[in-house]
């Protein structure tokens, strides 16, 4: 059974085990004409063995005939970090306000969580993209000396 022409993505980000009709699930699938709560199902069934209400990524496939496939991204880096530390929110003003500190074995950690959909080609490649991430938030990057 092969589907027909893909007309267009939409790009959400939803909460884990959270899906419902609400914004911004709701308009995004009903301009396209899609089942709402087919989406909404399917997806909380897809991540009930995530953490419930951590922001998932999901790019969903809109068919012509009005049906959809959907796929799962991993948390983005900035979730991952703040739930490392237990912080509710980066820093304000993250050059000069430090808000915590993170080791590199711990930015490793991170990496093999978002391995699957980064671009790198090591861990300790794509560890450094999410230091990046942590410097931008006012996280310091410990080393291992």
């Known amino acids: 059974m092969s589907k027909k022409n893909i007309v267009s ?5 939803v909460l884990s085990g959270m899906a419902n009709p609400s914004p911004p699930v709701g308009p995004a699938l009903g301009q396209k004409g899609l089942n709402i709560m087919e989406f909404c199902n399917l997806f909380n069934k897809k991540t009930k063995s995530l953490e419930k209400g951590i922001p998932i990524p999901v790019i969903i496939s809109v ?59 090591t861990l300790k490649s794509i560890s450094k993209c999410i230091k990046g991430t942590a410097y931008s938030m006012g996280i310091l990057v410990k080393r291992k000396d």
């Open 9 to 13: 993505y939409i790009k959400l980000q």
């Open 63 to 121: 068919y012509a005939d009005k049906s959809f496939t959907f796929i799962t991204k991993t948390p983005p880096v900035s979730v991952l970090l703040k739930k490392k530390l237990l912080l509710t929110k980066g820093s304000s003003k993250p050059k000069h306000n430090i808000i915590g500190d993170v080791s590199e074995l711990e930015l490793l950690e991170i990496a093999k969580i978002k391995l699957p959909d980064m671009t790198g080609y």
